[in-house]
Structures are given as C-alpha cells and as structure tokens.
C-alpha cells in the first residue's frame, strides 16, 4: 500500500511540475508553426515568424544571410539549406536599431518591412 502511495505521489508531482494539463491543452489548441512563433517572436528575438513568412513568400532556393542587431541565438537554422550557396546581393536584418548596427540601410533596397525586420537587397 505504501508502495502505491509513494507512485502515486511521483506522478502526481510529476503531472503538476511539468504543466502537463497546461501543455496538453497548448498543444491541441495551436499548431507547430503557432507555438513556434509564440517562443521565437514575428519580428522580435529570433523572429522565426518573420523569416517563414519571407521564406513562403519568396520561395529561396539558396541559403540567405541573416543578421540579428540583438543578441539572440542564430536564425539561420530556420531555412539553412545544407550543400547550398548563399545569395550575394540578398540579406534578412532582424531587429534592426538604426542608432547601433552594424548594417547602412541606405546600401540597400528594402523588399519587405515589418516593423523593424526587413529583406534586403544590394544596391546596384
């Protein structure tokens, strides 16, 4: 009996340290591209929502660069394609602060803008 009690509680602890009715719920409730969105951010931190949107739309047959003005963990995993070249004249700036960056907006031609995230080209 003691035995079973002692299971019992494990689990039960288990169950409430690790979220798990909260968790279940959030996984049935939203899809993977959803939860993605919500723990990476649109067009802040990582901005997964932003580089999947561009990715869709444009449809990248090579790799493309990506350059975060935080400091947040690298983006590229999101559509690096392995074996595959990179785009020259093509760049996707993520949480761009035009007061600290590393990167001149006005060296290219804006793309696509969201807030401050935006895909570049050279100019010519």
Do not use: A
């Not at 690790?18 to 899809?31: C, S, W």
């Not at 400091?71 to 020259?88: A, C, L, R």
């Amino acid at each position: 009996m003691k035995k079973k009690y002692i299971y019992f509680l494990t689990i039960f602890v288990l169950v409430i340290f690790f979220n798990y009715f909260e968790n279940t719920y959030i996984i049935y409730k939203y899809n993977h591209h959803l939860r993605l969105i919500n723990n990476y951010g649109f067009c802040h931190e990582t901005s997964y929502g932003f580089i999947k949107y561009l990715d869709k739309k444009f449809n990248f047959e090579k790799n493309i660069k990506i350059i975060n003005d935080e400091t947040h963990p690298s983006s590229d995993t999101f559509i690096h394609k392995p074996g595959v070249s990179y785009y020259k004249d093509y760049l996707i700036l993520l949480n761009y602060n035009e007061n600290d960056s590393k990167i001149n907006l006005e060296n290219f031609d804006i793309i696509e803008k969201n807030k401050n995230c935006f895909y570049l080209k050279k100019n010519d």
